[in-house]
């Protein structure tokens, strides 16, 4: 476990320093908005998904170096998602991270725009022209986390799940496992499955290699999720860094709140051993893909 | 003035079409968003950035039908940016258009998250390969596009005009003077001028032509946000369709406002000469772009 967690760290560090250099400074005009970006994006975070996205890149034997800023980006998406999450309208949370959300710090306004700004400036690193990489194959790069991230994925997925907190949830068990399998398909798992494709994408990846980490993603995605609700109700608001048993406490429908944190905890196994079969089948002269997938459903935070 | 107002009620309605047609079905899940986007967007409204762009690769000589999705992504683009301002925490703005706003209608939350959908849906359309077009000038556009609205694109000029009404402005004139140009600028300036540099880039505009194209963008951009601004003020709510004199009862930074209705009417005759003799040098076997730049500056409504 010491070396994955010696090679998580150091590509944290690495992302941060990319996020870091890569946003606009703070005193670019209007200065609000961009001290909100970096407060939002630079307050800590583990970088799960540039991480993946840089170990498929790798595993698909790429220089991972010419893309990392590319790579972020899905950082700016996912601290996106939270900021707007986080609002008083949505969940109403005050601390994330350990820190105070956005729109305690910036207000509400700001921190609409702020969201915004992460989502569009996504868009902007992502568009910025690779040498050595196929234009064709970064339009298509940029088109699928566009649609990952849709009214039919990750946006479509926070909808339902707002949906399912104000309505009478049916008492059907089928009915559901369906809509929570909705919500976590869309709302975690496909920016997590995307990422992988992503960096399969740009790594050039084969074609077989990148249907190889979309399994691997869909069974990392959803572990990761479920790993997440268990920790929810394990964990206290002090290890967590933002407010525990909030789920529960909200009627939120969650994997162990439906089906018990007995079966939550045996899915997860089976789906790691999805994600080790896939990462072990993409091969590649670095390939951290399993030691990651292994250090996602094994943690404590 | 017959000949353009038929030519822009056509291109209006062939825009409601494509728009109709290329947003996801309402009966899609989860339904609740899909309804909200598509009664943001197909609500009304002048496509004015859609009719702009294909006025522009019309002009330099491009058959339009391919490209009338991934122009009317504009649309996406404007009326995000329409849902969010119009939110409690922002302008406040129950009507729009004539009609309720998204948030009156569909609650807070799915207001944020509609016009987080709005976005990405733009880019996703944007992405679309275009067969016939050179994926490097396409991916291009995608960055253009991504750039102009972005925190030193429009949500910059948002932010910008809520920090100014927010705070005690200046006294000084000239700093005035700057801080509104900046907020025109780029709140409806940007995304307005890259209408025209998309249309451009997709319709194959020469180089010379998408600097003709930016110059024209611009003039007429800042023509159409003083124009916006006298007719807030001299019309009222029921023919413009929206809450009128809110701009003065808000205390906004306007151009009339700050330099009187006749120097604002006077500068609106500047621009208007300006995007005329941009027009007339892109020159083009169909050239709308004279005619559509009178009818912005001389429209009542």
Redesign the interface.
Known sequence: MSDVNDYLNGRRALFDRVLAESL?PRE???Q???EA?RYAVLGGGKRVRPIVAAAAAEACGADITPLLKHLAALELIHT?SLV?DD?P??DNDDLRRGRKTTHVVY????A??T???L???A??W????LPGV???R???A??EV??A????GM??G???D??AERSELSADPEALARLLT?IHQNKTGKLLTVSLLLGGLLGGATDVQLAQLSAYGKALGLAFQIVDDLLDIEETAETLGKTAGKDIEQGKLTYPALFGMEAAREHVTILLEEALRNAAMIGGPVNYLGAIARYICERRS
Chains 1, 2 share one sequence.
């Open positions: 606009p670019t005009p209007p609000i908005i961009h970006m996106y707007h609002l309208s949505l207000g509400e306004a700001m609409i725009l969201g915004d700004a989502l569009t400036e868009f902007s992502l568009g910025e022209p196929d234009a064709a970064q339009l298509r940029v088109r566009a649609v991230v849709d009214s039919k946006i479509g926070q909808a339902a707002i949906e909705f």
